[in-house]
């Protein structure tokens, strides 16, 4: 029997893409970063997708995703930064997944996307206030979908020994 999927999921930029690879080399299991399904799905980027087709069309392929590859199984899945803010999501991800939180602080986000102008919900004046204000208002939302919280402001390495021994 194939093992249950990993749902990595927490703040953009908390590590899910690098510690997503990581763990599926150590662990042999294939890697899906949902963000590049869907673009793959499109045939553009998030940030394409958001200017062209709006927030609420990306949610809609964000929410297909979520339940075609929440029903396979052997996945490690990096959810992108709102996905797990909709109950749909958690639930399409929860059955054949364990749900782990990567939690970082609003200044260890500002700081590894400081050189990073991809996201839209972040192209504001002040980066590390609207950082606050959307981690403030998702935080609790990754909390109560979490099966497994673990600190991510280490490095990727022991933060995947983390997630191992948790899984296990």
Known sequence: MAKKNIILCGFMGCGKS????LLSKKMGMS???????????EN??????FEDSGEEYFREKEREASKVLGA??????????????????????????????LNVSPETVAERLKNDNSRPLLAKPDKLQAIRELFDA???LYESAADIIVDADQSPMQVCMQIMSAVH
């Open 18 to 21: 690098t510690i997503g690879s």
């Open 31 to 41: 890697f899906v970063d949902l963000d590049k399904y869907i673009e793959k799905q």
């Open 44 to 49: 553009k980027t998030v940030t394409q997708i």
């Open 72 to 101: 396979k199984r052997g996945l490690i899945i990096a959810a992108g930064g709102g996905t797990l803010t909709f109950p749909e999501n958690v639930a399409a991800f929860r059955d054949n997944g364990r749900i782990v939180l």
């Open 138 to 140: 998702r935080l609790p």
